[in-house]
Each structure stands twice: as structure tokens, then as C-alpha cells.
């Protein structure tokens, strides 16, 4: 059974730093694209960022230079490094990977079930 599990998350101050973790595990042929979203209560998920298997990024603008993602291939594994944080960055924080797992199918898009991450005082 191939899947998705986030870590990581947690209560932080504003101003405070963590960092997530997703590793993917079970019969994985390979893995293209590997990317955060997150859900705030009452809003749309929306795109964090994204990082390609040679490590081309993407991030939304609202969390340029503030966020860094990063993956280590060999441990199939996808980082979401956050800093300087925000009360607005409160959501949960789902992975998402483009993952082969049968030669005879391509890519499928799979989904962590996700890390709560508040940002509080």
C-alpha cells in the first residue's frame, strides 16, 4: 500500500520556525513532482510549494522567502522548511506526490493525510 505521512507540525509563535516532513513509502516505481498545500479553517487548500525530481521549486507568494522545500530522493522523502512565521500560515498541511507504482500505469497524484500547524500566541 503506497502512501503519504506527514510530521512535523505543531504550535509555534509567531515569528518561529518548523519543520515539516513527508515520506512516502510502499511499492514505489518512482516519483516526479513532490509538493505542499495546506487548508485553512474555511478556505480553499491552495499551493505552498513544489519541487521537481531535480529540485526546480515553485512558491506562492506569500510564502516567498519565508518557506524553503527540499526532498532527499533516496529517502523518497519531501521537507517543507518554515520560517518567520505567521498567524495566516494556521492550516493543515497536506503532501502531495506524483508517484508510478505499476509499470503498466503512469503517474497517479497521492495525498498525505495532512499535519496541523498553528501559529498562535
Known amino acids: 500500500q503506497v502512501q503519504l505521512v506527514e510530521s512535523g507540525g505543531g504550535l509555534v509563535q509567531p515569528g518561529g520556525s518548523l519543520r515539516l516532513s513527508c515520506a512516502a513509502s510502499?511499492?514505489?516505481?518512482?516519483?516526479?513532482?513532490m509538493s505542499w498545500y495546506r487548508q485553512a479553517p474555511g478556505k480553499l487548500r491552495e499551493s505552498v510549494a513544489s519541487?521537481?525530481?531535480?529540485?526546480?521549486?515553485i512558491y506562492a507568494d506569500s510564502v516567498k522567502g519565508r518557506f524553503t522545500i527540499s526532498r532527499d530522493n533516496a529517502k523518497n522523502t519531501v521537507y517543507l522548511q518554515m520560517n518567520s512565521l505567521k498567524p495566516d500560515d494556521t492550516a493543515v498541511y497536506y503532501c502531495?506526490?506524483?508517484?508510478?507504482?505499476?509499470?503498466?500505469?503512469?503517474?497517479?497524484?497521492?495525498w498525505g493525510k495532512g499535519t496541523l500547524v498553528t501559529v498562535s500566541t
Open positions: 502531495n506526490a506524483n508517484m508510478k507504482t505499476q509499470p503498466t500505469m503512469g503517474l497517479m497524484s497521492y
Open positions: 510502499g511499492s514505489i516505481l518512482s516519483i516526479s513532482g
Open positions: 519541487i521537481s525530481k531535480l529540485g526546480s521549486t
